[in-house]
T-cell receptor
Framework: EAEVAQSPRYKITEKSQAVAFWCDPISGHATLYWYRQILGQGPELLVQFQDESVVDDSQLPKDRFSAERLKGVDSTLKIQPAELGDSAMYLC??????????????FGPGTRLTVT | AQSVTQLGSHVSVSEGALVLLRCNYSSSVPPYLFWYVQYPNQGLQLLLKYTTGATLVKGINGFEAEFKKSETSFHLTKPSAHMSDAAEYFCAVSDRGYQKVTFGTGTKLQVIP
């Protein structure tokens, strides 16, 4: 069964350091999402890609966060510099995508980030 | 703006008892509604979704939910809880025609033997 892959699964970094997360969506899925899930809360959308284009990054803290999906396949989310408040689970999801339709989002296992 | 409210951050039931997890939504347009389950240190898995048509939706693992427009609710139920149902459950809403999904804060379900 096809799955969304994420790495690393766990990351510990010091404040002010740079950190990057990688996501490989299910093959053929045009839409890719990055979510941040703070402990005890639901996932919050950070950025949504349709192929290689950003569809929604309204909640992405652009002064420190960046995301790219250069060839419309895998994606990288970067934080520089990391802050204590960035400690959270970072989830990647993908869907077949398309306008005016609702497709199931398939989630990866997430990356647990701890900033010390 | 769309939002969901999940009533009760923690719910405990006995094994074999009815599971009822509550969700109310707010949306300016007819919504799409979802329930996801999350096991510790894992991603989310879709249990069921409502888009159009029948208001009673059946999902995986014996769960079902009923869309009630008059009550703006989409409560999740299961007739008989199993130990394996212990997890966190998230209700979510999406505007039609747009893929952005807004999640609730989650309800942790504990199943007592």
């Amino acid at each position: 069964e096809a799955e969304v892959a994420q790495s690393p699964r766990y990351k510990i970094t010091e404040k002010s350091q740079a950190v990057a997360f990688w996501c490989d969506p299910i093959s053929g899925h045009a839409t890719l999402y990055w979510y941040r899930q703070i402990l005890g809360q639901g996932p919050e959308l950070l950025v949504q890609f349709q192929d290689e284009s950003v569809v929604d990054d309204s909640q992405l803290p652009k002064d420190r966060f960046s995301a790219e999906r250069l060839k419309g396949v895998d994606s990288t989310l970067k934080i520089q510099p990391a802050e204590l408040g960035d400690s959270a689970m970072y989830l990647c999801a993908s869907s077949v995508g398309g306008a005016d339709s609702v497709y199931e989002q398939y989630f990866g296992p997430g990356t647990r980030l701890t900033v010390t | 703006a769309q939002s969901v409210t999940q009533l009760g951050s923690h719910v405990s039931v006995s094994e074999g008892a009815l599971v009822l997890l509550r969700c109310n939504y707010s949306s300016s347009v007819p919504p799409y509604l979802f329930w996801y389950v999350q096991y510790p240190n894992q991603g989310l898995q879709l249990l069921l979704k409502y888009t159009t048509g029948a208001t009673l939706v059946k999902g995986i693992n014996g769960f079902e939910a009923e869309f009630k427009k008059s009550e703006t609710s989409f409560h999740l139920t299961k007739p008989s809880a199993h130990m394996s149902d212990a997890a966190e459950y998230f209700c979510a809403v999406s505007d039609r025609g747009y893929q952005k999904v807004t999640f609730g804060t989650g309800t942790k379900l504990q199943v007592i033997p």
